[in-house]
């Protein structure tokens, strides 16, 4: 792959104001980051714990949540094929620690993280994260900047 998006679901696709539920402004903002860049994507979250196959809580959400914006799977069956891949946990490491060694063993030309816990990366951020405001979620702000990330040169 030559772009990877690292994704945290958490603040990210879903809110503190919605906590159980993905936001549709926030998976129409994640398919049209996809679309513009043609990025994969790689699961950074906690959400990887239970997988990310068809039956993973994650793609439930996902096609849930698509199917009640669009009234069909297509965006869902979009996103889905973006899949690349999860993160290793690492027990005593961060979350940039883990997308780190993914890169390492992936060795993407261009790759980016959206997260909303700033605790789990250096101070200050890597220059490849964005970071969300886990109230808002996925916003205008991070959209453009995640395209901007995954389409230049490094």
Known sequence: MSRLLFLDVDGVLTTTLCPNEMVPSCVERLDRILAATGAALVISSSWRATGIGPDSELQTGLRRICREMDGHLERFERIASRLHGATARMPSG??????EQYVRVHRPQRYAAVDDWP???ASPAPGWL???DAAQGLDPEAEARLIELLSSPR
Request: hydrophobic share 35%; no cysteine; glycine share 0%.
């Open 119 to 121: 605790r789990e990366f």
């Open 94 to 99: 961060t979350r940039q620690d883990e997308i």
């Open 130 to 132: 964005v970071l969300t």
